[in-house]
């Protein structure tokens, strides 16, 4: 299981296992954040990282009245930024249904990963998970990428690969635990371990190439055509092939949206998004 796997249990918690069904937090107000964490991990291992049920909003709901850092301390920066894993499963339209019963993978096509830009489009991905990477910038501003790490399914044999949508944020000036994030482009590439293989190397360069571009161009519908223009001329998108063959994607004028921080500590990060989007990380290293 990837979204909502169990690689981050608390080291403090010695609630018993058979009360994790006993459903939301009413019987255990006395509960340390600790165990509260470990609880809302239990349920996202249960539901495959979904945060649609309730007893997971119940919990995230409880957490966020209980956040140990709140945006005045003065550490609140340092811990907002870091390396963290998505422990919640993406809920974007598009997902592709179950192959079978108990299929939990999560998957889509190439195309509805990346705004139907990176092609061929109809590539179907398995997701293994998502990295959020916060770093300060020289503008004073700091990144704000999430890297999807995927397995594409060709015809000639799995690829591993790398999305990585590009961004931006900086703080609300009004707002004290708003974060708005400036969505500026993607990235599509092989994984690390694909420039070692030969074969899957030739494989990706003979798949992901000008002339594949070149091609869907040429395939794209007037509604698709149309779209492609407007993009062009309101926010500037171009779509070019870079080294290693690696697709990019790029706005000059930025997608605007906004998080907000409802929970942060030293191992977790609880937002909410603009759209009501719920999403659970753990840090990777601190």
């Known amino acids: 299981m ?19 069904d006993l459903g939301p937090f009413s019987s255990y107000d006395d509960r340390c954040n600790d165990d509260l964490k470990s609880h809302l991990r239990s349920l996202l291992d249960r539901y495959d990282g979904s945060t649609k049920h309730k007893e997971v909003i119940d919990a995230i709901e409880r957490l966020s009245t209980l956040s140990p850092y709140t945006e005045h301390s003065p550490v609140w920066l340092d811990l907002f930024m870091g390396e963290f894993f998505a422990q919640t499963s993406p809920n974007f339209p598009g997902r592709l249904p179950p192959a079978h019963e108990g299929d939990t993978r999560v998957q889509y096509t190439l195309g509805k990963l990346s705004f139907n830009t990176f092609h061929p489009s109809d590539l179907v991905c398995t997701l293994l998970g998502v990295r959020n990477v ?29 999305i990585c949508n590009e961004s931006y944020c900086c703080k609300d000036d009004d707002e004290s635990n708003r974060i708005h994030v400036f969505f500026t482009g993607s990235k599509l590439s092989p994984a690390p371990a694909v420039f070692e293989n ?19 161009a040429a395939e794209r519908t007037y509604f698709g055509w149309f779209l492609h223009q407007l993009l062009k001329r309101m926010l500037g998108m171009n779509v070019r092939v870079g080294e290693s063959n690696s697709f990019h994607l790029t706005f000059k004028k930025p997608f605007q949206g906004h998080i907000d921080v409802l929970y942060l500590d030293e191992e977790m990060r609880i937002t909410k998004g603009n759209r009501g989007t719920l999403v ?5 290293q601190l």
């Not at 659970?280 to 990777?284: A, D, K, N």
């Open 134 to 162: 916060i770093a300060p910038k020289l503008d004073g501003t700091f990144t704000y990428d999430l890297i999807c790490d995927i397995i594409i399914h060709h015809a000639d044999g799995d690829i591993e690969a790398q």
């Open 198 to 216: 030969e074969f899957k190397m030739s494989q990706w360069s003979n798949t992901f190439n000008e002339a594949t571009l070149k091609t869907a």
């Open 280 to 284: 659970v990380v753990e840090r990777l």
């Open 2 to 20: 990837i979204f909502g796997s169990s690689l981050f249990q608390s080291k403090h918690c010695d609630i018993e296992e058979e009360k994790e």
